[in-house]
C-alpha cells in the first residue's frame, strides 16, 4: 500500500511504502524513517483508525511529528496518482538556452539557499499566462532539457533539473506538478514533473519505482 500525506504545522510530509512510513523534513532537509515498534503505531493510526498511545504520541513530537489524525486515509481520495503515460522528447532548438539557463539558476539557487526557501519560493510561483497543456509543449521541453544535460550533467541533477523544467513551463504558460516521491531497500529519493496521469520530463518505467511524498 503506497500514500503520502503531510504535516503542514511542521512542514514534515510523509507517505507509507509498504507498510513503512517515510517522512521528509523540508526545513531540515532530510528524510527519516521510525523504529519498527513505532512505525507500527503511526501507520496504524493512518490506516487502520487504531488510536495512539500517549507514550508514542510524545516520541513522535520529540521528532517533529504531531499526533496523525485516525484514519486519515480512509476517505481521502488519492490526489496525486502515479503518471500511466509519459511525453517523448520533440526537438526545439530555440528552447536549449533557455532551458539550461533555468537549470543553472536553480542549481545555483540550491548550493545557496536551504531547500525550504527554494520550496516556499517556487510555491508562489504562478503560470504568467494559461493555455492547453498540449504534449507538444511539454515534448519540446523535454528535448530541450535533454540536450541541456549534455553540459549540465545528469548525474545527481534531478532536484534541479525538474525544478527548473517548472519553471520554465510556467513561463510558457502551463502549470505542471513537481512531484518527489522515495522509495525503500535501498533507501532513494528521486524528481520529475507531471501533468496530470503523464509524466512530462522522465520516463513512467523509471517513475513508478517511487512513491510520492512531496507534491508542488
Known amino acids: 500500500m503506497n500514500m503520502m500525506g503531510d504535516l503542514p ?22 528524510y527519516f524513517c521510525l523504529p519498527s515498534r513505532l512505525n507500527q503505531a503511526f501507520v496504524r493510526t493512518v490506516i487502520d483508525g487504531d488510536a495512539m498511545s500517549g ?12 499526533r496523525p489524525a485516525p484514519g486519515e486515509f480512509a476517505a481521502r481520495p488519492d490526489r496525486h496518482a502515479m ?16 532551458a539550461s539557463a533555468a537549470h543553472w539558476l536553480v542549481r545555483s539557487r ?12 517556487e510555491r508562489h510561483r504562478a503560470p504568467r499566462r494559461t493555455h492547453y ?9 523535454h528535448a530541450a ?7 549540465m550533467g545528469e548525474s545527481d541533477q534531478c532536484l534541479a533539473r525538474s525544478i527548473a523544467f517548472r519553471m520554465l513551463a510556467f513561463r510558457l504558460g502551463l502549470a505542471p506538478t513537481l512531484v518527489l516521491g ?3 531497500d535501498p533507501f532513494a529519493a528521486h524528481c520529475w514533473v507531471q501533468s496530470e496521469d503523464c509524466v512530462a520530463n522522465d520516463s513512467s518505467e523509471r ?10
Open 83 to 98: 503518471p500511466i503515460r509519459e511525453i517523448g522528447p520533440s526537438d526545439r532548438t530555440s528552447l536549449v538556452l533557455r
Open 182 to 184: 522515495v522509495k525503500l
Open 207 to 216: 517513475v513508478r519505482c517511487f512513491t510520492p511524498i512531496f507534491v508542488l
Open 9 to 30: 504545522a511542521t512542514r514534515i510530509h510523509y507517505c507509507v511504502c509498504d507498510d513503512r512510513a517515510v517522512f521528509l523534513d523540508v526545513e531540515r532537509d532530510r
Open 133 to 141: 497543456a498540449s504534449d507538444q509543449a511539454f515534448a519540446e521541453l
Open 110 to 121: 540550491l548550493r545557496r539557499w536551504r531547500f525550504a526557501r527554494l520550496l516556499a519560493h
Open 55 to 66: 507514550a508514542d504520541a510524545e516520541r513522535l513530537r520529540a521528532l517533529g511529528i504531531e
Open 145 to 151: 532539457f535533454r540536450r541541456a544535460s549534455l553540459w
